[in-house]
């Protein structure tokens, strides 16, 4: 009976032994359900709205192409220096990224309507209808620019040629997501007495292209 507690006893010790050594050598633990998910790039989204007073840019309902023309005149008065009618187009960065806002006037065409008046005849050789125009080289604009909300949009204080806002150029600096800029297109009439008479019924058409491109 004696041997055999000793025996019992010195089994036991060596098992516990062992215990302890296996858990000082390997022990661990886990972070578990890592993950990397990408997002989005940082986007360009310009949208306009076409308004009769410049505070209702505020409110306007933007879009990516409003029915509409911003600029519609007929039978303007050739002989006058006054101020056209202006019109308003609200400008906004819908998109998620800072940009400058570029515009140019696109898709231009300068027509003959018509039969050719007795005056225009004497001195334009390209009067019947459907020949070139020659209104492009009457018409300038003032274009003015108003910060509707976080906007750093540039004003000319003298007119432009039509044909100097055919080539796009900057209109907005630092354009922000949310930024808002109202325009203001003031058409006016600069020319010479021979530039009227070649100028007489003839249609100018063209499109209004806003671009938000990365800043420089
Ligand atoms: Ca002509
Ligand atoms: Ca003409
Ligand atoms: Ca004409």
Do not use: Y
């Amino acid at each position: 009976m004696r041997w055999l507690f000793l025996g019992g006893l010195g089994a036991a010790v060596v098992l516990l032994l062992g215990s302890g050594l296996v858990a000082v050598l390997s022990d661990s633990v886990t972070s578990d359900g890592n993950k990397v998910e990408s997002g989005t790039l940082p986007t360009h989204d310009v949208q306009i709205a076409i308004v009769g007073a410049v505070n209702e840019c505020r409110s306007a309902s933007f879009s990516d192409g409003p029915a509409g023309a911003a600029i519609d005149l007929t039978n303007v008065d050739l002989t006058s220096n006054a101020n056209l009618p202006r019109q308003i187009v609200c400008v906004k960065n819908n998109g998620s990224a800072t940009g400058r806002l570029m515009r140019s006037f696109v898709n231009v065409t300068d027509v003959e309507v018509g039969a050719c008046t007795v005056h225009e005849a004497t001195q334009d050789s390209t009067c019947a209808d459907g020949d070139d125009g020659e209104l492009e080289e009457v018409l300038s604009f003032l274009v003015n620019a108003a910060n509707i909300n976080n906007c750093s949009a540039l004003s000319d204080p003298n007119p432009s040629p039509f044909g100097s806002l055919i080539d796009a150029e900057l209109a907005a600096t630092d354009f922000a997501p949310g930024s808002i800029c109202a325009f203001l297109l003031v058409p006016t009439i600069v020319a010479t007495d021979d530039q009227r008479l070649v100028a007489q019924t003839d249609r100018l058409t063209w499109d209004i292209l806003f671009t938000l491109e990365d800043a420089l």
